[in-house]
């Protein structure tokens, strides 16, 4: 079979062809389909509750594993990234999802003979890493400080049997971003980066959705095993995501007139840091909760993955959240 656009893989003599997508009508699984597809691949696309729009749709829910083996059937290679990301749920239900069901699915994977695997994790792995100097690379040893991080550590360490490839990527942006981050650009109820006045020399990593999704199929298409952050260098510094946050709200649609009007009052209060301190006393300390979270100042090294030939299409920040809007 002819794969558009990158090298094929052979395995035995055997050309990789078939994928599973899991979580498939997600906002980063829906972006792996599509990649898949642009490369050639035959898709199933796994889903419990959404339905995706592209690839073949087939049923599979990671806490019902008699729908794993219909899922896998034929395929060659499974990319992961189905996962419970709600940071309220209790610390059994993510382990049972994000952890036990990730073992349960690559011993069914290696049942049904796939020969390779793809595991989306985490920098959240990672920790706080408080005073790290320099890019956070795999080679730091991973402490997570919260059930989500510890859930998805303990997938990455389930997910053996079969060649794997595991993805740590950082805050991912893009359409149809829905975390809390995404639901906050797109209704500019508190413009929480240009506000981080107490981080304006900090910087943060991110990474646009379609360039983790291509270089997920880059990692199974190349045979690349091992673990791979996935972040764009270099990172952007918090005083020019809030220049870019106003850029972008500036340029809004109409629909976006509250997102305009706030662009205009956090560019004053970026310039002026001392009517944050005002705002807190008057009752907004509910407004910099992420500013002041822990780890937000860390960032990471993608090195490995450029080493494999990997490069990044997507490096500005500005355009990675006018996507999300």
Not at 81 to 101: K, Q
Not at 258 to 285: D, K, Y
Request: aromatic residues 8%.
């Amino acid at each position: 079979r002819h794969r558009r656009g990158c090298a094929r893989l052979f395995l035995a003599g055997e050309a990789l062809t078939a994928a599973l997508v899991t979580g498939a009508g997600g906002f980063i699984g829906s972006a792996v389909v599509k990649a898949l597809l642009h490369a050639g691949w035959e898709v199933r696309a796994g889903y419990r509750r959404t339905r995706p729009s592209g690839g073949i749709p087939v049923v599979l829910d990671l806490e019902d594993g008699s729908t794993f083996e219909r899922a896998l059937e034929g395929v060659d290679a499974l990319f992961h990234f189905a996962a419970l990301v709600d940071p309220e749920a209790p610390a059994s239900t993510l382990f049972r999802v994000n952890a036990e069901a990730t073992g349960s699915l690559w011993s069914a994977a290696r049942e049904a003979k796939v020969k390779h695997a793809l595991y989306c994790s985490t920098v959240a792995v990672y920790g706080l890493l408080a005073g790290r100097a320099g890019h956070v690379d795999e080679s730091v040893l991973p402490r997570p400080v919260e059930a989500y991080g510890r859930s998805k550590l303990e997938g990455e360490r389930l997910a053996v049997g079969l060649p794997t490839s595991i993805v740590r990527p950082a805050a991912v942006l893009g359409p149809g971003e829905n975390t809390t981050f995404g639901a906050t650009l797109r209704s500019a109820a508190v413009n929480r980066l240009a506000l981080a006045g107490s981080l304006a020399s900090g910087a943060f990593s991110f990474v646009h959705v379609d360039d983790l999704a291509r270089a997920a199929v880059h990692l199974v298409d190349q045979g690349h095993l091992g673990t791979y952050n996935v972040a764009v260098e270099p990172p952007v510094s918090f005083d020019a995501a809030a220049a870019a946050y106003e850029s972008v709200l500036r340029r809004s649609s109409g629909s976006h007139w509250r997102a305009r009007a706030l662009a205009q009052v956090s560019g004053f209060m970026r310039r002026h840091p001392g009517t944050l301190g005002a705002i807190r006393r008057i009752g907004g300390e509910r407004l910099f909760f992420t500013v002041g979270r822990p780890g937000m100042d860390v960032t990471y090294s993608a090195n490995r993955l450029g080493s494999t030939g990997f490069e990044f299409r997507h490096v500005q920040f500005e355009d990675a959240l006018a996507a999300c809007l």
